[in-house]
């Protein structure tokens, strides 16, 4: 039974597309971040919200605007998509913004854009 | 720029040995470490943390060491077992912060049958 699960686990497209990718916790978490990792292997967050409400946004570009429909659910949605967005993006929720509260992540989605 | 770092991209081990894993760490707000284990595509998963409080933390085969005035963590898996070959994450956050964990970029372990 998947915690954290995002969809899709692949996506491909071309420069200057708009894609979204969906999350969904069942953990009862009140937080959930996006996360993108490079082609360095280096994690570093995107944005946070809790119950709903944005916390954290990194410097992103405009071009990326998460959605949380409800506490269960943080969706990413990318326009005009980049070549550099090219990357894995892993969704994760914690049961609170408690810096001692682990997060756990999905599988990831690989975007790679042509 | 880089608040954790994982200096060892890579460590090998053979079954039954200690693997050791470092962390190091620039930012002194940080009071709050985990690390995490990643299989290939897979998310990465917690596997242990410790406060800055305390300078170690044990859970089965893995301890966590910190050293505050060196800030400087590791990872001690002891006896190592051929499943525990996996990308290790180093992260960091602030207790009372948005829970905005700062990752190193990793350390692959092999354990060698």
């Known amino acids: 039974d998947t915690a954290v699960s995002q969809t899709p686990k692949y996506l491909v497209t071309q420069m200057g597309n708009d894609k979204s990718i969906k999350c969904e916790q069942n953990?009862?978490?009140?937080?959930m971040y996006w996360y993108k990792q490079d082609s360095k292997k280096f994690l570093k967050i995107m944005f946070s919200y809790n119950n709903k409400e944005l916390i954290i946004n990194e410097t992103v570009p405009n071009r990326f605007s998460p959605k949380s429909p409800d506490k269960a659910h943080l969706n990413l949605h990318i326009n005009s998509l980049e070549l550099g967005d090219s990357a894995v993006y892993f969704c994760?929720?914690?049961?609170?913004?408690?810096?001692?509260?682990?997060?756990?992540f999905g599988d990831g989605t690989r975007l790679s854009i042509l | 720029d880089q608040q954790v770092k994982q200096n060892s991209p890579s460590l090998s081990v053979q079954e039954g040995r200690i693997s050791i894993l470092n962390c190091d760490y620039t930012?002194?707000?940080?009071?709050?470490f985990l690390w995490y284990k990643k299989y290939p595509a897979e998310g990465p998963t917690f596997l242990i943390s410790i406060s800055s409080i305390k300078d170690k933390n044990e859970d089965g085969r893995f301890t966590v060491f910190l050293n505050k005035s060196a800030k400087h963590l590791s990872l001690h898996i002891v006896p190592s077992q051929p499943g525990d070959s996996a990308v290790y994450f180093c992260?960091?956050?602030?207790?009372?912060?948005?829970?905005?964990?700062?990752f190193g970029t990793g350390t692959r372990l092999t354990v060698i049958p």
């Open positions: 994760a929720s914690s049961q609170d913004t408690a810096g001692s509260q682990p997060q756990h």
């Open positions: 992260a960091a956050s602030v207790w009372s912060g948005a829970n905005n964990l700062f």
């Open positions: 930012n002194s707000m940080f009071d709050y």
């Open positions: 953990l009862g978490h009140d937080t």
